[in-house]
């Protein structure tokens, strides 16, 4: 399996722009996590989904994010408009119902709005 | 919610044993992990122990949970400068997601 596979690796964007930030679940994961990572924050969730369907979304900073699965293969996280702020590294993350819990995590997406 | 605190550094000489402690709050926790980090990439599930266990050892690396201090631990043996990285303390909160601590930095020096 290649894992959780987040697009693209690095971006960066001027401020007010639309970003979208892409991630390919492992096959068969039913649980679909999105984390921010900042160096005063920690790593954060944003928003999950179990079987395409968001569950939680209460971590989402603002309505300018906006998460979206339509498939069980493939989710978006975007940003409208994004702002300095906005930058982190957006890790996305699978797991299977049934399993110890674990996630298995992509090598997530740098972002930089400048 | 669930708070998850980790000393921010540790730093140790190559060969030594290196112990990564971590308090949470939430007494329901039922599985209990590690992740490490290195440079650049995502976070790498290390191992993970379950509520009713004290211990439980994999190679170089022992965990140890204190249940009744909602205290654990990572202990790497012979500790190896590939080993240089940050370390998440994560349980579980509630039934499907984990809360991470804002990581250990270990710097293992030769």
């Known amino acids: 399996d290649a894992g959780v596979i987040q697009s693209p690796r690095h971006e960066v964007t001027e401020m007010g722009q639309e970003v979208t930030l892409r991630c390919k679940p492992i096959s068969g994961h039913d649980y679909l996590f999105w984390y921010r990572q900042t160096m005063m924050r920690g790593l954060e969730l944003l928003i999950y989904?179990?079987?395409?369907?968001?569950?939680?979304d209460s971590g989402m900073p603002e309505d300018r994010f906006s998460a979206k699965m339509p498939n069980a293969s493939f989710s978006t996280l975007k940003i409208q408009p994004s702002e300095p702020r906005d930058s982190a590294v957006y890790f996305c993350?699978?797991?299977?119902?049934?399993?110890?819990?674990?996630?298995?995590f992509g090598s997530g997406t740098r972002l930089t709005v400048v | 919610g669930e708070d998850v605190e980790q000393s921010l550094f540790l730093s140790v000489r190559e060969g030594d044993s290196s112990v990564i402690n971590c308090t949470y709050t939430?007494?329901?926790?039922?599985?209990l992990y590690w992740y490490k980090q290195e440079p650049g990439a995502g976070l790498q599930l290390l191992t993970y122990?379950?509520?009713?266990?004290d211990m439980k050892q994999d190679q170089r690396l022992t965990v140890l949970l204190n249940k009744k201090d909602k205290h654990l631990s990572l202990r790497i043996a012979d500790t190896q400068t590939g080993d240089s990285a940050i370390y998440f303390c994560?349980?579980?909160?509630?039934?499907?997601?984990?809360?991470f601590g804002k990581g250990t930095m270990l710097l293992v020096s030769p």
């Open positions: 989904f179990n079987n395409n369907v968001p569950i939680d």
């Open positions: 994560a349980p579980n909160s509630g039934y499907s997601t984990l809360t």
């Open positions: 939430d007494s329901s926790s039922t599985y």
């Open positions: 122990i379950f509520s009713n266990m």
């Open positions: 993350a699978s797991r299977e119902t049934g399993a110890t819990y674990g996630y298995t």
